[in-house]
């Protein structure tokens, strides 16, 4: 009788443990499909928006290679916010910063376009080339990178004097960046397309680059973010109730010792 019921019992777990493979089994077949999928639903993600901005660099500027580098610099500028919540600062900062960008890559494209420096530096050149006596291209070049070098200058310099920041560094970081960027811009003909372009790279840079200074200048506080995370009422709370059960224990005790 005994070994009739073992038997049984021995079937029903042999049964048992059976289906919980093929079930479990089932859940591995499962759970790798559903893996499948995410990662190609990703894969698709990645490909659209990668594929967007290599489509739009194409379109609008005339090379995937604008639209791989534009595509690259929003993606940071997006990863500012996120970077700036965590780490106490200003997300107010990004919107701002976004809004100079803007004014600044719009005036910026209008210049480039216009081929404003260009023009500028070919006029100067032609006006001093016959009391100098270089030759017309080279004194265009160094006309445009002298100007770039003092409008910069001196604009780093007025920031410099109202903020009351290092001024003399302003001042030498402009002429640097400014005769750069003069013989840079100021020697090249743009197109609309390139004009366009550059003007979004610098407005860009500039979105990710401001946000970070109007946020330092607002101030970053990680203890005021993560103060929240401390559960301050309940221990205040804790505290109080232990302070009352200690005091009850004492009067209790006092009795107790009275008796």
């Known amino acids: 009788m005994k070994s009739g019921i073992g038997r049984l019992i021995a079937a029903h777990r042999e049964l048992l443990s059976a289906e919980v493979g093929r079930a479990v089994n089932e859940v591995k077949i499962i759970a790798a499909l559903i893996g ?8 698709a993600l990645i490909l659209v928006y990668v594929g967007t901005f290599l489509f739009l660099g194409e379109w609008l500027f005339g090379s995937m290679g604008w639209g791989i580098l534009h595509g690259f610099l929003l993606t940071i500028a997006f990863v500012v916010p996120i970077g700036l919540n965590l780490a106490g600062g200003s997300v107010g900062a990004w919107g701002r910063a976004f809004v100079l960008s803007v004014v600044i890559a719009v005036v910026l494209g209008l210049i480039f376009a216009w081929n404003v420096l260009r023009n500028a530096a070919v006029w100067l050149g032609q ?16 006309s445009a990178a002298v100007v770039g070098a003092l409008i910069l200058g001196a604009l780093l310099l007025i920031v410099g004097l109202v903020t009351h920041r290092a001024a003399v560094i302003l001042l030498v970081v402009g002429l640097v960046l400014g ?8 020697y090249i003909t743009f197109d609309t397309q390139g004009a366009a372009a550059i003007a979004v790279t610098i ?28 559960p301050r009422e309940s221990m205040a709370q804790l505290s109080a109730t232990r302070a009352y059960l200690e005091q009850q224990w004492q009067r209790q005790r006092k009795k107790l010792v009275g008796r």
């Open 127 to 142: 006006q001093l080339q016959p009391g100098i006596g270089i030759e017309i291209g080279f004194l265009t070049w160094l």
């Open 203 to 230: 407005g860009l840079i500039l979105w990710i680059a401001l946000s970070a200074v109007l946020a330092l200048r607002a101030g970053i506080d990680p203890k005021a973010r993560y103060d929240k995370l401390v």
């Open 36 to 43: 499948v999928a995410v990662v190609l639903a990703l894969l």
């Open 179 to 186: 005769f750069l960027g003069g013989a840079l811009f100021g």
